[in-house]
């Protein structure tokens, strides 16, 4: 179902710069998601608990971007804005609706950077008009000296098993779709990478997993590799945290047992699994000559 939705507001300035994806606003043209990923954090969280079910588009989000984005601009404003950020700017609806288009439009225009996240090879599409945004894009000063910093497309992972992926992802293009594209893009001359999030715990955070996606990615060009861990929310039947346990004892049920001991009631893993994944893959980042962070 696609609700349509006005928007008072779609551009989300933060306090400070995330230094994972280095954005300083974030803007998502959607609200929920077609990929139906069974671990998306959104649902059970604060940030999906006023969302209805379905689609929901922003129909008035080109306006509503151009005014803020004319304001931010008129005060020299600049910053990157993360675009994807809570649902995946190119859903299956943005090949028809052209929201995200529309939005990219108005960014270049005010000669906004971006850092562009998805699971989608139709970012394709636009290439012609990401490049006018790398090329004409104004950065905040303490980052101007920076290489390729305009337009940064980064293609989101939680594994390359094209087997998992049908399941933890049944409805988002294939991670061989997702890598291909992002070879394209480098070949463009884009600043390309990947953001292994959320891992699956003891399915694609293991050593030998995790050394064959950063591979991978450092086989299709990719120039930076994050990683992070799985955040679980709620309990209800549409919540992540059900949808995700379900669908361990359905096909991983040796997982299950431990995937809940590891969370031990807490939407969090625990600091230990964090630091542990740093670790093990800035390792094998060193070994692949692939960065661990944007910059």
């Not at 700017?89 to 108005?106: G, S």
């Not at 995790?210 to 990683?227: A, C, N, P, S």
């Not at 096909?251 to 047992?257: D, G, S, T």
Request: hydrophobic residues 35%; glycine residues 6%.
């Amino acid at each position: 179902m696609i609700h349509k939705i006005k928007s008072k507001s779609v551009l989300n300035k933060h306090k400070m710069r995330d230094s994972w994806f280095l954005e300083d606003y974030t803007l998502n043209p959607y609200f929920g998601c077609s990929f139906n990923c069974v671990y998306c954090y959104v649902n059970g969280s604060k940030y999906g608990s006023n969302i209805p079910q379905g689609i929901s588009v922003k129909i008035n989000a080109a306006d509503v971007l151009y005014n803020q984005l004319k304001n931010r601009a008129r005060k020299k404003e600049y910053g990157i804005i993360a675009i994807g950020s809570a649902t995946d700017p190119y859903m299956h609806h943005e090949k028809d609706l052209k929201i995200t288009r529309e939005l990219l439009k108005i960014i270049y225009r005010f000669h906004f950077p971006i850092n562009l996240v998805t699971k989608s090879d139709l970012i394709l599409r636009d290439i012609g008009l990401l490049k006018k945004i790398y090329k004409s894009a104004i950065l905040p000063e303490d980052l101007d000296s920076a290489q390729r910093m305009g337009a940064i497309i980064t293609f989101s992972f939680s594994t390359m098993d094209l087997e998992m992926a049908r399941i933890f992802e049944p409805s988002a293009p294939s991670p061989l779709k997702r890598l291909e594209a992002m070879n394209k893009l480098k070949e463009e001359g884009f600043l390309v990478g990947a953001c292994l999030m959320p891992l699956l715990p003891f399915i694609s955070d293991t050593p030998d997993e995790l050394e064959t996606m950063i591979r991978k990615v450092k086989d299709y060009g990719g120039d930076f590799v994050l990683t992070g861990g799985m955040t679980l929310f709620g309990n209800k039947s549409s919540n992540c945290r059900f949808q995700y346990y379900n669908v361990l004892k359905k096909h991983f049920p040796e997982v299950l047992k431990k995937t809940k001991l590891i969370f031990d009631n807490s939407d969090y893993l625990p600091f230990s699994y964090q630091r542990r994944i740093f670790k093990l893959s800035s390792d094998i980042c060193a070994k692949y000559n692939i960065k661990n962070s944007i910059i």
